[in-house]
């Protein structure tokens, strides 16, 4: 199809030869779009974008428009999408607001209906964004982490990978890797159905186990919890999920409300 003659591609942009641009399509800036990307009917694209190869945005979709921040004004910033990504009908992801910094989605990541990425958030490969899951600015969201619908996440929060956060939830405190939690962004056990799709071995899962429960479920303070648990993760997966307690967070990390229910004690088996 090419560029449909009632879309507007700004003299600064550059749109592959094989991309397929809609119509009343608006491509405002210096925005990039990659080999086999296809850009569906009045969606918006602005300033310093870059669209990776087979990248599908859906109508009325906006990308890289001004971040809602008011410290923002004016300077050069960017958003970066990946490959392979699906953006569906309504979806919003905003430039960065810091000089010369990149609001980052990776590759492969599916953004359903009306979701939003604000300012500054970097999603890792593969990612979820299921419909109307807001992500505050700042997000970190590691690769395969699902956000459910209608669920958001405050600013600076950090989502593992693999984390699977429950639908119509609020996450205000940093979710481990491989974790699940309930609509009330509580600490629900392992992503173990998750864990197993990936292929993650056997071993790797069992010490999951021992480690969630000790940090989660063993009455210990988090603080000694994961002293712990780094004397008890040898595998890689193990490391991973330890790791992310001592990296640092601007938030804080969600503890468990009790020692567990008997229900939480089954989604963690």
């Known amino acids: 199809m090419g560029i449909h003659p009632t879309a507007y591609v700004h003299t600064d942009a550059d749109v592959h030869p094989s ?12 925005v990039r779009i990659g080999a086999g990307c296809r850009i569906g009917p009045s969606a918006v694209i602005l300033g310093h974008t870059e669209i990776g190869s087979g990248t599908s945005i859906h109508s009325h979709a906006v990308l890289g428009d001004i971040p ?19 953006i569906r ?12 910094e990149a609001t980052i989605v990776g590759n492969r990541c599916y953004l359903m209906t009306n979701s939003h990425v604000a300012h500054d958030c970097v999603l890792e490969d593969e990612v979820i964004l299921v419909s109307g899951a807001l992500l505050g600015g700042h ?13 958001g996440i405050h600013q600076f929060v950090r989502i ?6 429950g639908a119509v939830a609020m996450i205000g405190q940093d979710i481990p890797p491989f974790a699940m939690t309930n609509r009330r962004g509580e600490i629900a056990g392992l992503n173990s159905i998750g864990l197993m799709r990936a292929g993650t071995p056997s071993a790797d899962r069992q010490e999951l186990k021992v480690l969630f429960r000790m940090i989660y479920r063993s009455g210990m303070s988090l603080r000694r919890a994961v002293e712990l648990a780094n004397d008890l993760a040898t595998t890689d997966t193990g ?7 001592d990296a640092g967070s601007l938030r804080g990390i969600r503890k468990s409300n009790h020692s567990g229910t008997s229900d939480q004690r089954k989604a963690v088996a």
């Open 19 to 30: 991309a397929e641009i809609g119509p009343h399509v608006v491509i405002d800036g210096p």
């Open 68 to 86: 809602q921040d008011r410290k923002y004004d004016g300077e050069v910033t960017y958003c970066r999408i990946g490959s392979g990504c699906i």
């Open 89 to 100: 009908e309504g979806a919003t992801i905003h430039r960065a607001c810091l000089p010369g």
């Open 139 to 151: 997000v970190q969201v590691g690769r395969q982490a699902i956000i459910s619908g209608n669920t």
């Open 160 to 165: 593992g990978e693999m984390a699977m956060i």
């Open 239 to 245: 490391r991973r999920f330890v790791d992310f307690f």
